[in-house]
DNA sequence: TGTTGACCTTAACATTAGTTGAGGTTCTAG
DNA sequence: CTAGAACCTCAACTAATGTTAAGGTCAACA
């Protein structure tokens, strides 16, 4: 084991990715992408400092809301400080992509509405819904679907 | 024009795509993957019926929904005729996939809630956390991160 | 008939998020 | 000290969803 203190001070790659859940390829893969950061042994093998937890479970969290990676990282990049997010900026982040979140619920939301409404209205597949031209010959007015655009 | 009688048969790929808003290849990439078919004339070229026009709008919305492009050919395949949707095709496919949007609602306001739950709590990045072993030696029981698994 | 825009095929490229393999080095336990 | 586990780099591959380019053909209008 690496650095088999009482207290760890380093984590070698491979406990990182066993206490994530993750695996090794994919903290060297988002090292590359510079959302963590490890520094060499003598040997050139990483040792991360234990806050890069903290920050992979960031990332996870970040991931499942459906967040980029490369937003991740931006926004990694523009806390004040280049150390372990600390309380303060776990609050600004998570409430920013609550709010990201909270859209794309939203537009889901819409979107299974316009839906229901239109498996009642058959839109899609009637000819006479109102928002399908019934001959079809609309289509002079110019290009784009005028399907679905009920809620809009 | 391709095919210009006064109500056009079939419809050539440029018709296609700008009447339903998508790229020439674009198209061309769904009838690779089989989620659209055409006959083609004499010089090679592709001409559509017009109710292709109709499965590039489900599609779109399928899409929007979430789901991938493999799904949306199988549930195509699965109809019990192979020509174009009708209303009841529609409203199968509307509402299974209504009930996947669903779904994925759930899960993103699940996340939301949690996400909401622990910008309280801190339990990403206060060592004090009930979830959060302080001192990290909790690691020794396993793999897998025991953080944000608050509304598991 | 000539020109030009629309079309054809095939292959390569782009992006996101990684995984897999080859070939070689380091570390740790016995 | 040595075997084997864990690590290293680099390149290639995966999957989904297309786009772009090259090189060639077709068709419609004047």
Redesign the pocket.
């Known amino acids: 084991?690496?650095?088999?203190g009482v207290l760890q001070r380093y984590l070698?790659?491979?406990?990182v990715a066993s206490r994530c859940g993750i695996?090794?390829?994919?903290v060297?893969?988002y090292e590359r992408k510079g959302l963590i950061s490890s520094i060499r042994?003598?040997?050139?093998?990483?040792r991360f400092h234990r806050g890069v937890l903290r920050k992979l479970a960031i990332i996870k969290v970040a991931?499942k809301t459906g967040i980029?990676?490369?937003e991740i990282a931006e926004a990694f990049d523009k806390l004040p400080h280049n150390t372990v997010p600390n309380a303060k900026d776990w609050e600004k982040l998570s409430s920013q992509w609550c709010d990201d979140l909270n859209e794309r619920i939203d537009q889901l939301t819409r979107l299974r509405d316009q839906l229901g409404q239109c498996i009642g209205c058959g839109c899609l597949s009637i000819s006479d819904c109102p928002l399908r031209n019934p001959a079809d010959e609309l289509a002079k007015d110019g290009p784009g679907a005028p399907l679905l655009e009920h809620g809009k």
């Open positions: 084991m690496a650095g088999s070698s790659v491979g406990e695996a090794v390829s994919a060297h893969f042994t003598d040997g050139n093998q990483r991931q980029p990676l490369s």
